[in-house]
């Protein structure tokens, strides 16, 4: 940790430290303001934020810019995601055909529906009709990483003046609001039709708020870690494989697709050396998927540099209220009924919420939060993450492209 030109810069042990106390602030937030708890809004969500605040009080009134050393953060993120690999099962994803076709057929209309709505407030106050796609699936759907790869498009091709700023900050602004949103419809959704789970099985996420807590003996916690890293090793050989046939995906995705082949594909009468089953379903790769996802959407949300971003949050305003009202209308009126109108389709709804505006982490810490307090919902949480991290990414580019032919 060093302070340089008024900019404290948090290197990668610190930065994990801190996002893990950011964690347990969030929880205890949780805990003494009912209404976070009540609207299954994420731990990492309430004390991300707060945290995240304190910083720019730090940067308005003491002049000291805090930068955080990011790499660890993304290797939690693969973590969680082949915890969720080790949990799914060909059954789930069998069943989950037909759901996952008509989640990504409705989140492509929506994208659509996303442009639109970003071109459509754009014109009306004034500004290109360009930016209104920097407003819609390239910071929101898209998030950071295609705000940052599109903006040099936008800047050169179309003369939009700080487009990296401004898809930066609606991608920063969207990632908060999808946070925020996902449990509240949720919430709505289970209450106003009285829904409940098919089964009472254990979460894929932590543990249910009304469950007792879980023995765990040390050699679970230690069998479930050596799978995870089983899993990674080969996710990892995945994607060096796939690019070699130029085929790039996030490397979660890849560990998400190992976790799943391992875990379906391997005989259960193989040997292992711990003497154990393989750990799909168990309490210690539920913890693994907890604290993993905890803390890297906890040090996401600390990390945020708003002292960047409130020169250009008066003129997106308007694009990015309109586009809550949108996707909250549409998650209501579209995804719920189209999902099937029972658990589950709440479920999905809480994560659309999430990667809509957000990101697929975002997505997954929704629905975590509504499962554990209402209970599992495992096909939720397969389909979610391959609509959002996966297919998506390959449509938005094409509705991306489409769409600045014609606004140019």
């Known amino acids: 940790m060093e302070l340089v030109d008024g900019t404290l810069t948090i290197d990668h042990f610190l930065t994990v430290t801190l996002g893990i106390v950011v964690l347990f602030i969030g929880k205890r937030l949780n805990q003494v303001i009912p209404a976070f708890r009540e609207f299954s809004i994420p731990e990492p969500v309430t004390g991300g934020l707060l945290i995240c605040l304190l910083f720019y009080a730090l940067h308005a009134f003491g002049g000291i810019s805090v930068a955080f050393t990011l790499g660890a953060r993304d290797v939690l993120l693969v973590y969680f995601f082949t915890t969720i690999g080790i949990n799914a099962s060909f059954r789930d994803l069998l069943e989950g055909g037909k759901p996952l076709l008509i989640l990504l057929i409705a989140t492509i209309v929506f994208m659509m529906l996303q442009n639109l709505i970003g071109i459509g407030v754009a014109s009306a106050v004034g500004l290109e009709p360009a930016v209104g796609i920097l407003g819609g699936t390239v910071s929101l759907i898209g998030g950071h990483g295609t705000s940052i790869a599109w903006a040099p498009i936008f800047s050169d091709r179309y003369g939009i003046a700080g487009a990296m700023e401004i898809g930066i900050a609606c991608a920063t602004f969207g990632l908060v609001l ?6 509240p419809i949720a919430k709505f959704l289970i209450q106003r039709h009285n829904l409940t789970p098919d089964s009472d099985e254990p979460v894929d996420v932590g543990i249910q708020e009304d469950d007792q807590p879980v023995g765990l003996h040390y050699m679970d ?3 479930a870690v050596l ?5 990674i090793i080969f996710g990892v050989l995945f994607d060096e494989g796939l690019e070699q046939l130029g085929i790039q995906l996030p490397l979660f995705v890849s560990c ?4 799943i082949l391992i875990t379906n594909l391997r005989p259960d009468s193989l040997p292992r050396i711990t003497g154990t089953k393989w750990p799909a379903r168990t309490p210690a790769v539920a913890l693994i998927a907890d604290v993993s996802l905890g803390t890297f959407l906890a040090m996401s949300l600390m990390s945020m540099q708003l002292w960047e971003l409130v020169d250009l949050a008066g003129p997106l305003v308007l694009i990015l209220g309109a586009q809550v009202l949108v996707a909250a209308a549409f998650i209501v009126f579209v995804v719920f009924n189209i999902m099937g109108r029972n658990y589950e389709a709440a479920v999905v709804s809480a994560g659309f919420g999430g990667f809509s505006m957000g990101a697929t982490p975002t997505a997954m810490a929704n629905m975590s939060a509504v499962a554990k307090r209402y209970g599992a ?3 939720a949480f397969i389909i979610v993450p391959l609509v959002g991290a996966f297919f998506i990414d390959i449509a938005n580019v094409i509705i991306i492209e489409l769409l600045l032919g014609w606004v140019a």
């Open 178 to 183: 999808a946070s925020l949103m996902g449990g």
């Open 221 to 223: 916690v230690l069998d």
């Open 227 to 231: 799978s995870v890293h089983i899993c």
């Open 256 to 259: 998400l697709f190992a976790g």
């Open 377 to 379: 919902c495992h096909q």
